[in-house]
């Protein structure tokens, strides 16, 4: 199943929301996750089952959709959001990631 | 508190066999559901799952990748090894582990080693 990624980079400011979408070549029910990666780190889990906020995650975080398009929302841009955002479906295997979005500072 | 730590070698040359290991604590791989993954990604590149292993010993594989990697677990010793053979400049990459925590319908990785960056240069 490929993930497709929109936009690959964006640039916004502090304060703005900021939406990333993610198409599936084929129908994953809501098996999406999506997580954040800094520069030099680990990527981190922020939503599961496309919707669900992984605990300690700030809710301005949040994710919907099913079938094969989904969307990660960030209500008000924070200075530490600014990183590269991976979905990933866990409908089926092989597992596979999106693209990733690159959110930078405008 | 749940923590993995990639280890291994940070070079190989072409043609070797890559053996990384995952030491993980603050969790059991004999739960039911519980799984650990490994996932690379090449320098400036996007993430690329390779394989993973389940609490009852299901193994899943990336099928580009099927015939030259395996995976085992130690619950004992609560270590994942994977294994990549005949290593080629293209699998440079940071390989990381992750741990699937089951349980939960559409889960992703949850918990992730920091990395290690394995380089294959002669």
């Known amino acids: 199943i490929q993930l497709t990624q929109s936009p690959s980079s964006l640039s916004a400011s502090v304060g703005d929301r900021v939406t990333i979408t993610c198409r599936a070549s084929q129908v994953i029910s809501s098996y999406l996750a999506w997580y954040q990666q800094k520069p030099g780190k680990a990527p981190q889990l922020l939503i599961y089952?496309?919707?669900t906020l992984q605990s300690g995650v700030p809710s301005r975080f949040s994710g919907s959709g099913s079938g094969t398009d989904f969307t990660l929302t960030i209500s008000s841009l924070q200075p530490e959001d600014f990183a590269t955002y991976y979905c990933q479906q866990v409908n089926s295997y092989p597992l596979t990631f999106g693209g990733g979005t690159k959110v930078e500072i405008k | 508190q749940i923590t993995l730590k990639e280890s291994g070698p940070t070079l190989v040359k072409p043609t070797q066999t890559l053996t990384l290991t995952c030491t993980f604590s603050?969790?059991?791989?004999?739960?039911?559901?519980?799984?650990v993954g490994w996932i690379r990604q090449p320098p400036g590149k996007a993430l690329e799952w390779l394989a993973l292993i389940y609490w009852d010993d299901d193994k899943r594989y990336s099928p580009s990748l099927k015939s030259r990697v395996s995976i085992t677990k130690d619950t004992s010793k609560k270590q994942v090894v994977l294994t990549m053979t005949d290593m080629d400049p293209v699998d440079t990459a940071t390989y990381y582990c992750a741990r699937r925590p089951g349980g939960f319908v559409g889960d992703g990785f949850d918990n992730w080693g920091q990395g290690t960056l394995v380089t294959v240069s002669s």
């Open positions: 603050g969790f059991s791989l004999s739960t039911s559901g519980v799984g």
């Open positions: 089952a496309a919707s």
